[in-house]
């Protein structure tokens, strides 16, 4: 069965402690990995599209890669405004795939 | 700029009554629609979507229908709804076709649902 596991569940920083979030999939035909951010009560919030292992993008503090089995959220020198939920998803034929996601607190 | 509107926000409804959340999308035309719903410690979980008026897939058998009246509005109804209906549901919508950000979705801001 197609799935999508990400780890730590959860994950308390220290401001300016530098960390990565983990997304392992298995999926028959992966078309693209998206991350994105969910604040509390509120919808998620695209962050990247990964397309091929080996791809890297970046935004401020976040760097998203991608190898053939997982991809990586690296998070540099966290403020406390990073604290939210990860979600990343895969598309796998026409259809999206999220994990459960992973807490992120950064205290200050 | 697109923007998408969802409500209510929250609702409170008893056992068996109906139910009705509603999304807009403003500023596209002809986007997949999709309705959500997360529950606590699990991932979003896809219950509807759409690539036209009138054009629905489901993917959850369950007492939850979808429906596409106009191009850019999507609705999610119950006629009675159960204790595990309870969750957040979120309305999305991405461009179609192929290409740089097809796919990408865009969420609403959720519909908190408790049914008591």
């Known amino acids: 069965e197609d799935q999508v596991t990400q780890s730590p569940e959860a994950l308390r920083l220290q401001e300016g402690e530098s960390s990565s979030l983990n997304c392992s999939y298995t999926v028959s035909g992966l078309r693209g990995l998206f991350w994105y951010r969910q604040d509390p009560g509120k919808g998620p919030e695209f962050l990247f599209t990964l397309y091929s292992a080996g791809e890297e993008k970046e935004k401020e503090r976040l760097k998203a890669t991608l190898t053939k089995k997982e991809s990586f959220l690296h998070i540099t020198a966290p403020k406390p405004e990073d604290s939210a939920t990860y979600l990343c998803a895969v598309l796998e034929t026409d259809k999206l795939i999220f994990g459960t996601g992973t807490r992120l607190q950064v205290f200050p | 700029s697109q923007t998408i509107h969802q409500w209510p926000a929250t609702l409170v409804q008893p056992v068996g009554s109906p139910l009705s959340l509603e999304c807009t999308v403003e500023g596209t035309s002809n986007p997949n629609l999709y309705w959500y719903r997360q529950a606590a410690g699990r991932g979003l979980q896809l219950l509807f979507y759409s690539v036209g008026i009138g054009q629905i897939s489901s993917e959850v058998p369950q007492n939850l229908s979808a429906s596409r009246p106009q191009d850019r509005q999507f609705i999610l109804s119950s006629k009675k709804l159960l204790l595990s209906d309870s969750g957040f549901y979120l309305c999305?919508?991405?461009?179609?076709?192929?290409?740089?950000?097809?796919?990408?979705?865009?969420f609403g801001a959720g519909s908190r649902l408790t049914v008591l």
């Open positions: 999305a919508w991405s461009r179609g076709g192929q290409g740089a950000g097809a796919n990408v979705l865009t």
